[in-house]
C-alpha cells in the first residue's frame, strides 16, 4: 500500500464529538462498541468519519444491541431456515432479536403500522426485512431516525437504497437447465413461478439464457406459470400437456413445491419419471429428498442468508445487493431422453 492508498488518521475525538453533537465520552463509547449508545448516535459518528474519508466500518456494532426481525409469516419452512442463521450471526454478534410477523395477509407482506412504534420505543439497531417489503412512508420514518434495514430474500424489487440479500437465483435456474442439456434433452419446459416476483424473473430468465446459449428454440408453449402453488402447477402442466403434440422430455419447475405438482400431472398422463420426463425443482426443501422419484433440485442457501444480511445490516456501506450461490442437487428425477 503506498502512502497515498492509506486512510487518513483518525480525528481527535473532540473533533468528532463536536462535528457529531455528541460529547468526546459518547465518541469513545461509539468507536468501541459500548451497548448504551443508540443506533442514531453510532450512525452520527460513522457519518463524521466517513466525510473525513476514514472507513465507517470503524464504529463497531454495539454488543448488546437489539435487532428487530419481521417475518412476513411464521408458517414458512424457507423463512424459519433464515431466520435460523440470522440467530447464529447474532449471537456471534452479541446482539440480541425481537422477532415479529405480520401475518395478516390482506397487508401484502407489509409490516402493520404499529411496528415502527414498537421499533422507536426500543431503540432498535436495525431492521431485517425478511421476504417482506417496508411501505414507502415506513423506509421515510426509518431513514429519518436513522435506523438501517436490510430486506431478505425479497418478493418484490427492492426499494432504491436498501440493501437485499438473496440467492443466485438466475444463475441457479441457468445450471439447473445446462444439467438437462448435458444430458441430451432439447424439448425442456418451464413452469415459472409468481410475475413480478424477483426470484420468479430470474430463475425464468436462466432458463431462456441457457436455452439460447445451447442453440435451442424455447416454444412459447413450453413456458407456463404455477404461481409457487403445487395446485396452480399442477393445472398449468395439464394444460401445458394437452396443448403439445408430443410432451417435452424435461421440466423445470422454478419451485419444489411446484415440482409436486408436475409430478402428478405427469402421472395423470400416464408419463413415469425420469423414463419419460425428466423433473428439476428449485430450493431444495424436505420434500425434495421425499417425493418418488427423490427430486434434482436448486438447493438454496437459506440459513446463510439470515447470516449474510444480518452482517451487512451491523456493517456500514454494505452493498446495495448481495448474492449468495445455490447448489445443483443431482437425485433421481432427471436421466438421458428416451432415443426416439
Not at 1 to 22: F, N, S, W
Not at 67 to 95: H, K, T
Not at 230 to 245: I, K, N
Not at 277 to 299: I, N
Request: net charge positive; charged share 20%.
Amino acid at each position: 500500500m503506498t502512502v497515498e492508498d492509506q486512510p487518513p488518521q483518525l480525528p481527535k475525538l473532540a473533533v468528532i464529538a463536536r462535528e457529531a453533537g455528541v460529547s468526546v465520552a459518547t465518541v469513545s463509547k461509539a468507536l468501541n462498541g459500548r451497548s448504551d449508545v443508540s443506533a442514531h448516535t453510532r450512525r452520527l459518528v460513522a457519518e463524521v468519519l466517513e466525510r473525513r474519508g476514514y472507513p465507517r466500518q470503524r464504529v463497531r456494532p454495539a454488543r448488546g444491541s437489539m435487532v428487530d426481525v419481521m417475518l412476513q409469516a411464521l408458517d414458512s419452512p424457507y423463512a424459519l431456515a433464515i431466520l435460523g442463521g440470522v440467530e447464529d450471526a447474532a449471537w456471534r454478534a452479541g446482539v440480541d432479536l425481537v422477532v415479529s410477523a405480520v401475518c395478516d395477509r390482506t397487508r401484502h407482506g407489509q409490516p402493520p403500522p404499529a411496528w415502527l412504534d414498537r421499533i422507536g420505543a426500543r431503540d432498535s439497531a436495525g431492521v431485517l426485512l425478511v421476504r417482506t417489503s417496508p411501505t414507502a412512508a415506513q423506509r421515510a420514518w426509518l431513514a429519518d431516525r436513522g435506523i438501517p434495514a436490510v430486506i431478505v430474500d425479497p418478493r418484490r424489487k427492492p426499494p432504491s437504497g436498501l440493501p437485499a440479500v438473496a440467492s443466485a437465483n438466475r444463475d441457479g435456474a441457468r445450471a439447473a437447465t445446462e444439467h438437462l442439456i448435458a444430458l441430451g434433452h432439447s424439448r425442456i419446459a418451464v413452469v415459472a413461478g409468481r410475475p413480478g416476483v424477483p426470484c420468479a424473473t430470474e430463475r425464468l430468465a436462466g432458463y431462456r439464457q441457457a436455452m439460447a446459449a445451447a442453440g435451442l428454440r424455447a416454444d412459447p408453449r413450453w413456458e407456463v406459470c404455477g404461481y409457487f402453488q403445487q395446485g396452480d402447477a399442477l393445472r398449468a402442466t395439464r394444460r401445458l400437456l394437452a396443448s403439445l403434440p408430443h410432451p417435452p422430455t424435461a421440466v423445470l419447475a422454478c419451485s419444489d413445491s411446484m415440482a409436486v405438482g408436475v409430478y402428478q400431472a405427469l402421472g395423470e398422463h400416464g408419463l413415469r419419471v425420469p423414463d419419460d420426463v425428466s423433473v428439476v425443482g428449485f430450493d431444495d426443501s424436505w420434500a425434495a429428498a421425499h417425493v418418488a422419484p427423490a427430486l434434482t433440485t436448486v438447493r438454496q442457501p437459506w440459513p446463510e442468508l439470515g447470516a449474510a444480511a444480518l452482517t451487512a445490516l451491523l456493517t456500514d456501506g454494505a452493498p446495495a445487493r448481495i448474492e449468495l450461490p445455490t447448489e445443483l442437487v443431482i437425485r433421481l428425477s432427471t436421466a438421458p431422453p428416451r432415443p426416439s
